[in-house]
């Protein structure tokens, strides 16, 4: 079922920490996922993404790390920065390119 | 070069009107989606465009809702007899081709209030 509430999971951290977001996800079809990241006022922007056949990815300061016996995503941010301070949200693909987005997480960076 | 733009940024309208809501997709990208976002929620999948046809539409809630890109290059949405349900952020994205892995470039979206 849908989880429906105005209150995101938050994550706060400091500046200069490494930050790990997580995002559960429910269908085994799933074959691609993508992290977004989405600052107030703005659109989601593209972070990284991994198809179901890696388990780990890696781009700048950022790895997305897939567990595919537990549906289990995580996006780790290595040497967080204030301007890293956004919502974040995976997204799944099953079998199409329509992504489908979970509830987002609220990161918060402490200068 | 110049990412999606949408207009307008916001929009306050009362219950029962007309509305449309414009997006510019980066040039030479061929498929246009539109999402709605609820606060605190993730997009939500309205409608895609590959070229000027509405290759799935699965995601309008009623047929309240329509859009259009006739020439294969700018969309607008089209809300009828607006409902206070329908107050969201619209957001509009584009990509080269539509296929997995092709990345969906957002615009900042339009905030629409329905009073």
């Known amino acids: 079922g849908e989880s429906v509430g105005l209150h995101l999971p938050t994550l706060s951290v400091q500046e200069g920490d490494n930050s790990i977001i997580n995002c559960a996800y429910s269908n085994s079809a799933s074959d691609y996922f993508i992290w977004y990241k989405q600052e107030s006022g703005k659109g989601p922007q593209f972070i990284i993404d991994i198809r179901s056949n890696m388990d780990k990815r890696q781009g700048q300061r950022v790895t997305v790390l897939l567990n595919k016996t537990v549906k289990h995503l995580s996006l780790q941010i290595a040497a967080t920065q204030p301007g890293d301070s956004a919502v974040y949200f995976c997204?799944?693909?099953?079998?199409?390119?329509?992504?489908?987005f979970g509830r987002g997480t609220s990161l918060i960076v402490h200068p | 070069g110049a990412g999606v733009s949408q207009t307008p940024s916001n929009k306050v309208t009362e219950k029962g009107k007309y509305v449309e809501l414009r997006c510019d997709p980066i040039s030479g990208h061929t498929a246009l989606y539109w999402y709605r976002q609820s606060l605190g929620q993730g997009p939500e999948f309205l409608i895609y465009?590959?070229?000027?046809?509405?290759?799935?539409d699965s995601g309008l809630p009623n047929d309240r809702f329509f859009a259009v890109r006739p020439e294969g290059s700018v969309s607008t949405l089209k809300i009828q007899r607006t409902e206070r349900g329908d107050s969201a952020v619209y957001l509009c994205a584009s990509s080269f081709n539509a296929r997995v892995g092709d990345t969906q470039y957002f615009g900042p979206g339009t905030r629409l209030t329905v009073l």
């Open positions: 997204a799944e693909n099953i079998g199409s390119y329509i992504p489908t």
């Open positions: 465009f590959q070229g000027t046809g509405a290759a799935d």
